[in-house]
């Protein structure tokens, strides 16, 4: 079971994590922040739980969310000083970047790499997603103040290649597959996300363009030809880097570029 008091106490007073909202199962933690951040919870809210029944990826994709494995969790975030609702597109960068932090401080001999929008590799194989959403209270009354954002991550902490879908044995992985020698707990990780996600997010404003240079350099897909799937249909180019806002800069086939904000899905072109 998670110790989730170990947790809570770790980041007692903390601007992310003062508050756990604890489950042993639910459908989606992100389900679950949606519902609370309507209800007027407050910035800085963690939603975790030991399993979920109906967790979620991008595009409704399912997430297999086995017990006593891995880490499930949604941040719920309000705007404020540090994050003003047009900067929320940067966000999925910012966890990315605070989950890759966060894997090499627990287990120093990894290298974690961004595979954008959403996902975390380590080789090439995935070990953590995320999920970001967006809503507003009930109350209706509109307005920036009550305007939210959750962001859910999902990391595969303990899973061996036997808890794995046989869909998903052969693209993913998990920290403790891919390093077996070190033994990191599934609290030690989220302690230390939850960390490095409330130093980012004062950079998100005008310190947002240093880190780039940092996720850049972690990139899964810069440099590489790419195949990616859009509302408009399958497209194909070569990846050049990231623009302000963290979306994928690409160099079509007529030799043109573009930014792409979001994609159904993208891959590297075989």
Known sequence: MLDHRR???SLAGASIGHQIDYHSSLTSTNDRALALARQGYPHGLVVLADSQTAGRGRRGNDWESPAGLNLYMTVLLRPGRDLSVPRWPRLTTLIALALCRA???????????IKW????????????????????ENDGVGGEGSRFVVLGTGVNVHARPEDLSAELRAR???LATAAPRFACSREAVAISY?????????????????????????????GRD???????GAHSGHALGL????????????????SLGSVESIRIRE
Do not use: C, M
């Open 194 to 222: 939850l960390r490095h996600l409330a130093a980012l997010l004062p950079e998100i404003e005008s310190g947002f363009g240093v880190l780039l240079g940092e996720v850049s350099t972690r990139s899964w897909l810069l």
């Open 117 to 136: 929008p959403n996902d975390i590799y380590l080789g090439d194989r995935k070990v953590a997603g995320i999920l970001a959403e967006s809503g507003q």
């Open 172 to 174: 993913a992985t998990s």
């Open 243 to 258: 623009d302000s806002d963290g979306q994928l800069r690409v160099r079509l086939p007529d030799g043109s570029e573009q």
């Open 7 to 9: 947790i809570s106490r």
């Open 103 to 113: 894997i090499e401080e627990e287990i120093p001999e990894l290298q974690a790499l």
């Open 226 to 232: 790419v195949v990616w799937n859009s509302e408009s």
